[in-house]
């Protein structure tokens, strides 16, 4: 790997990578540290814009805590450092030995990218094949999969929200001014609220900078929503509000679903989720007389109580009322790599039965599937890039299982909580050390992709993590580099040539393709710019797409058909590393990619969901009479929160240990006063916090902010936490029935002043 050529003091393009909608940066950089920051007036999407938080990424890159050599665990518990080669044979050796002796499925991938990465992820595909594995888990399984099972029924893939004209907006569980979600929030956000003719409502028990821009706010009581958008629905249904010409051309089912919601108390529920019944009539009537309706669900849904039940009925919102496939409505766009693997397949996890959505095993069942003696249970993992030891429920738990385990090894740029319980740690080089792309939604009906260039060389002891793959596959025998000659010649002849030889060793030779990124790292990436050899397989992506999506990409202005058009599609990648539209599309596309294989059609039933909506009527009122009278939201996005992906604490400037934010009322009647301490205790977990009064809340309720509480060194190198590590509190057994997805936004808690 080389340094990039161009000229040290020149903007270069990068992308900020603190959250999924990957704003374009402009950066200059100078001695490894980043010297200005702004935003990328030339990508497409983003469009200059960025928040806050890019400012500090210095402290991503340049931190007390990167890592530096691969770490070997010693007999007494400490790590000691080993050089790459000692550390890729002895993992590979440990790795093949349990494969040999228990199974390469005995072995669970957690992980694979975070908000700006996903390269690793899409490498290790390789060495998970050379070991036989075949269980993975991820973040997604603690948020989104309930969603993903839900939206796989009904669409057979994932619509996106289009704010930007929308004439109706809805935000349920989601502060979209804090957590974004989509490009250029804030601007889009204060446009709606400025305009007449534009409408938003909100969801959400807090009254978050998003619903202060609401014209309906409906202030939920935590754990609610789905006795709310039930309402909601069962008055569109009761107001002749759903669009039945819409249904009759382009939905199937719908006749068990408004028997279910025609029988719904409207009344009984909006007292039951304490909003006036007049307010809910208001958001329905919006909802179902809107030229234009867009909506977007996130974790105050899906980590609550009912939360695959939530997505189902916020997704009915926008199917009954036919908005989608049309200008601000819901879209299905084009993909460039397969983000998560297969659709709802009927796998199930190997000791708990659980299901298995979009290829991953639910996070919160995963203690499970470890602290058992079953014969089936996980004997290693390979976890890269994610911190499961902070970031899934119960985390003493999760420290336990994997010290359960026989064999771990950690992929991350930092010593994280999870690191500390590996075998082997293995130091990746930090994302503007290498090429890294996401390939989370790219927009519609542009779909905009980035791949990002190196901006400095991989730090010393550090390699990207498609080099750590390959090195693993070499060592476990999964190729060899006589293999690849051929292939070698042929990608330093040109991109067709490449073609021709890569379809011919695919035929040829099957067994490459179990480890094909590897292979088109080895081959066409030792032929790309140096630095650039894990956009190989994005070469690979971008045939797929040529050859599934040929008109959208024509339409994006690429010329020629099959590979021609692939090879055209990547070459325009790679020139771009601001960004670069990929694929364009006329909205009623949408309607094709429905359901492709089965009939083209929105499928709105999902029974055991439609029986879950029936059921709701007999389900207890909580009481706060009990041991645990507050309802804590653990984990809510702030101005200075960003996952862990920034670890040095001094990025935050203000409340540097993150508050419990608490009611007025509630302050007064526990005595304490902002910043005074309290002490907040879980079924599972103790720890203090300073509370930050505020009137957003009501009574009952308080939350404590994500990714807090990591472990950072100080000037003597002793290991300080900084704020409350918000799973000491959790517990794995409160999740969904169906998805698994934990509630982390609604945890019993008890909370008292500490004198
Ligand atoms: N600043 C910042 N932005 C981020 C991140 C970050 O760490 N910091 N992380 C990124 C990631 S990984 C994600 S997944 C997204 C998440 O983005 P969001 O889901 O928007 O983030 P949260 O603040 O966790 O939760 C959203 C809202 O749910 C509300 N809520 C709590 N309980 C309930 C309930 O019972 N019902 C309803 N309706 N709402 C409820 C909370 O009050 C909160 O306003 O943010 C991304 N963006
Ligand atoms: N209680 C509670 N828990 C939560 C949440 C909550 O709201 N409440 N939010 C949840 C949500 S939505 C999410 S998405 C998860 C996120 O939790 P995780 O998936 O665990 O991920 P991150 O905190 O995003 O950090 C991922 C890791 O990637 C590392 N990293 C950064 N760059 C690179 C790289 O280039 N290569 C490698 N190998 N590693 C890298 C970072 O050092 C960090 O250790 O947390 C979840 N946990
Ligand atoms: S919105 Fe997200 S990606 Fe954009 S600048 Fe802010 S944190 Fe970064
Ligand atoms: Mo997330």
Same mark, same amino acid.
């Given at each position: 790997?080389?340094?990039?050529?161009?000229?040290?003091?020149?903007?270069?393009?990068?992308?900020?990578?603190?959250?999924?909608?990957?704003?374009?940066?402009?950066?200059?950089?100078?001695?490894?540290?980043?010297?200005?920051?702004?935003?990328?007036?030339?990508?497409?999407?983003?469009?200059?814009?960025?928040?806050?938080?890019?400012?500090?990424?210095?402290?991503?890159?340049?931190?007390?805590?990167?890592?530096?050599?691969?770490?070997?665990?010693?007999?007494?518990?400490?790590? #000691? #450092?080993?050089?790459?080669?000692?550390?890729?044979? &002895?993992?590979?050796?440990?790795?093949? #030995?349990?494969?040999?002796?228990?199974?390469?499925?005995?072995?669970? $991938?957690?992980?694979?990218?975070?908000?700006?990465?996903?390269?690793?992820?899409? $490498?290790?595909?390789?060495?998970?094949?050379?070991?036989?594995?075949?269980?993975?888990?991820?973040?997604?399984?603690? &948020?989104?999969?309930? &969603?993903?099972?839900?939206?796989?029924?009904?669409?057979?893939?994932?619509?996106?929200?289009?704010f930007e004209h929308a004439q109706v907006s809805v935000f349920v569980g989601k502060n979209p001014w804090q957590s974004h979600g989509f490009e250029r929030a804030r601007i889009v956000l204060k446009e709606i609220a400025r305009?007449?003719?534009?409408?938003?409502?909100?969801?959400?028990?807090?009254?978050?900078?998003?619903?202060?821009?609401?014209?309906?706010?409906?202030?939920?009581?935590?754990?609610?929503?789905?006795?709310?958008?039930?309402?909601?629905?069962?008055?569109?249904?009761?107001?002749?509000?759903?669009?039945?010409?819409?249904?009759?051309?382009?939905?199937?089912?719908?006749?068990?679903?408004?028997?279910?919601?025609?029988?719904?108390?409207?009344?009984?529920?909006?007292?039951?989720a304490r909003v006036p019944e007049a307010l809910v009539r208001e958001a329905a009537g919006l909802i179902g007389t809107a030229d234009s309706l867009a909506v977007l669900e996130d974790l105050g849904i899906e980590q609550a109580?009912?939360?695959?039940?939530?997505? =189902?009925?916020?997704?009915?919102? $926008?199917?009954?009322?036919?908005?989608?496939?049309?200008?601000?409505?819901?879209?299905?766009?084009?993909?460039?790599?397969?983000?998560?693997?297969?659709?709802?397949?009927?796998?199930?996890?190997?000791?708990?039965?659980?299901?298995?959505?979009?290829?991953?095993?639910?996070?919160?069942?995963?203690?499970?599937?470890?602290?058992?003696?079953?014969?089936?249970?996980?004997?290693?993992?390979?976890?890269?890039?994610?911190?499961?030891?902070?970031?899934?429920?119960?985390?003493?738990?999760?420290?336990?299982?994997?010290?359960?385990?026989?064999?771990?090894?950690?992929?991350?740029?930092?010593?994280?909580?999870?690191?500390?319980?590996?075998?082997?740690?293995? *130091?990746?080089?930090?994302?503007?050390?290498?090429?890294?792309?996401?390939?989370?939604?790219?927009?519609?009906?542009?779909?905009?992709?980035?791949?990002?260039?190196?901006?400095?060389?991989?730090?010393?002891?550090?390699?990207?993590?498609?080099?750590?793959?390959?090195?693993?596959?070499?060592?476990?025998?999964?190729?060899?580099?006589?293999?690849?000659?051929?292939?070698?010649?042929?990608?330093?002849?040109?991109?067709?040539?490449?073609?021709?030889?890569?379809? #011919?060793?695919?035929?040829?030779?099957?067994?490459?393709?179990?480890?094909?990124?590897?292979?088109?790292?080895?081959?066409?990436?030792?032929?790309?710019?140096?630095?650039?050899?894990?956009?190989?397989?994005?070469?690979?992506?971008?045939?797929?797409?040529?050859?599934?999506?040929?008109?959208?990409?024509?339409?994006?202005?690429?010329?020629?058909?099959?590979?021609?058009?692939?090879?055209?599609?990547?070459?325009?990648?790679?020139?771009?590393?601001?960004?670069?539209?990929?694929?364009?599309?006329?909205?009623?596309?949408?309607?094709?990619?429905?359901?492709?294989?089965?009939?083209?059609?929105?499928?709105?039933?999902?029974?055991?969901?439609?029986?879950?909506?029936?059921?709701?009527?007999?389900?207890?009122?909580?009481?706060?009479?009990?041991?645990?009278?507050?309802?804590?939201?653990?984990?809510?996005?702030?101005?200075?929160?960003?996952?862990?992906?920034?670890?040095?604490?001094?990025?935050?400037?203000?409340?540097?240990?993150?508050?419990?934010?608490?009611?007025?009322?509630?302050?007064?009647?526990?005595?304490?006063?902002?910043?005074?301490?309290?002490?907040?205790?879980?079924?599972?977990?103790?720890?203090?916090?300073?509370?930050?009064?505020?009137?957003?809340?009501?009574?009952?309720?308080?939350?404590?902010?994500?990714?807090?509480?990591?472990? =950072? *060194?100080?000037?003597?190198?002793?290991?300080?936490?900084?704020?409350?590590?918000?799973?000491?509190?959790?517990?794995?057994?409160?999740?969904?029935?169906?998805?698994?997805?934990?509630?982390?936004?609604?945890?019993?808690?008890?909370?008292?002043?500490?004198?």
């Amino acid at each position: 790997m080389t340094t990039p050529s161009h000229a040290q003091d020149s903007w270069k393009s990068t992308a900020c990578i603190l959250c999924s909608v990957n704003c374009a940066l402009h950066v200059q950089v100078a001695d490894g540290h980043f010297t200005k920051i702004k935003g990328d007036k030339t990508n497409p999407r983003s469009k200059g814009y960025t928040c806050e938080k890019p400012a500090r990424l210095d402290h991503y890159q340049n931190h007390g805590d990167r890592l530096t050599s691969p770490l070997r665990r010693r007999a007494d518990g400490s790590f #000691e #450092e080993v050089d790459w080669d000692t550390a890729i044979r &002895e993992v590979a050796a440990r790795l093949a #030995e349990i494969r040999d002796t228990v199974g390469g499925e005995k072995i669970l $991938y957690y992980g694979g990218g975070g908000q700006g990465n996903h390269m690793g992820g899409a $490498y290790s595909a390789a060495t998970r094949k050379a070991l036989g594995m075949r269980y993975a888990s991820n973040a997604l399984a603690q &948020e989104k999969t309930g &969603e993903f099972w839900v939206e796989r029924l009904m669409f057979g893939g994932r619509p996106e929200p289009d704010f930007e004209h929308a004439q109706v907006s809805v935000f349920v569980g989601k502060n979209p001014w804090q957590s974004h979600g989509f490009e250029r929030a804030r601007i889009v956000l204060k446009e709606i609220a400025r305009d007449p003719a534009r409408k938003m409502i909100v969801l959400d028990p807090r009254r978050t900078e998003t619903a202060d821009l609401a014209d309906v706010f409906l202030q939920v009581a935590p754990g609610t929503d789905a006795f709310v958008l039930a309402a909601i629905l069962a008055v569109l249904v009761e107001d002749g509000l759903v669009d039945r010409d819409f249904l009759e051309a382009h939905a199937d089912g719908g006749d068990a679903l408004f028997d279910t919601l025609s029988r719904v108390p409207v009344a009984d529920y909006c007292t039951r989720a304490r909003v006036p019944e007049a307010l809910v009539r208001e958001a329905a009537g919006l909802i179902g007389t809107a030229d234009s309706l867009a909506v977007l669900e996130d974790l105050g849904i899906e980590q609550a109580p009912h939360s695959t039940l939530n997505s =189902y009925l916020e997704k009915l919102l $926008y199917a009954v009322t036919g908005n989608f496939g049309r200008a601000g409505t819901m879209n299905l766009g084009t993909h460039l790599g397969k983000l998560i693997g297969g659709g709802n397949d009927n796998r199930t996890s190997p000791v708990g039965g659980h299901k298995i959505i979009t290829g991953l095993i639910p996070c919160n069942a995963l203690p499970d599937e470890l602290l058992t003696d079953h014969p089936d249970r996980f004997r290693a993992a390979i976890i890269e890039s994610a911190n499961p030891v902070h970031s899934l429920a119960d985390s003493p738990r999760m420290r336990e299982a994997l010290d359960a385990l026989d064999f771990v090894v950690v992929v991350d740029v930092a010593m994280t909580e999870t690191a500390m319980h590996a075998d082997y740690v293995l *130091p990746g080089s930090s994302q503007y050390e290498k090429a890294e792309a996401t390939f989370f939604g790219g927009g519609f009906p542009d779909h905009v992709f980035q791949l990002r260039h190196p901006l400095f060389p991989p730090a010393p002891g550090t390699l990207p993590e498609p080099e750590i793959h390959s090195r693993l596959c070499r060592a476990l025998g999964a190729f060899h580099d006589d293999d690849l000659t051929a292939l070698r010649q042929a990608a330093n002849a040109g991109l067709e040539e490449f073609g021709s030889a890569f379809l #011919e060793a695919m035929a040829s030779r099957p067994e490459l393709g179990k480890i094909l990124p590897v292979v088109l790292y080895e081959t066409l990436g030792r032929a790309l710019e140096p630095g650039l050899e894990p956009a190989a397989l994005i070469w690979g992506a971008a045939q797929t797409l040529a050859a599934s999506d040929p008109t959208s990409v024509q339409r994006a202005g690429y010329e020629g058909e099959g590979p021609t058009l692939g090879n055209a599609l990547f070459r325009a990648i790679l020139d771009h590393p601001e960004g670069v539209v990929i694929t364009r599309d006329p909205y009623d596309v949408s309607f094709d990619r429905l359901h492709p294989k089965a009939g083209g059609r929105i499928q709105l039933e999902i029974p055991e969901l439609i029986e879950e909506v029936a059921g709701l009527v007999d389900e207890p009122a909580p009481s706060r009479e009990d041991a645990f009278p507050f309802i804590l939201a653990a984990g809510e996005r702030r101005t200075n929160t960003a996952n862990t992906i920034y670890r040095d604490p001094s990025w935050r400037r203000k409340d540097p240990a993150g508050s419990l934010r608490m009611s007025p009322g509630d302050a007064s009647r526990l005595g304490v006063e902002n910043g005074g301490r309290v002490r907040i205790t879980t079924k599972r977990g103790s720890t203090e916090a300073a509370v930050e009064i505020t009137d957003t809340l009501r009574d009952g309720h308080v939350t404590l902010p994500n990714g807090l509480g990591l472990a =950072y *060194p100080d000037e003597s190198g002793r290991r300080v936490v900084h704020g409350t590590p918000p799973n000491e509190l959790t517990s794995t057994e409160d999740r969904d029935w169906l998805a698994g997805t934990p509630w982390h936004k609604h945890v019993r808690a008890q909370v008292e002043a500490v004198r």
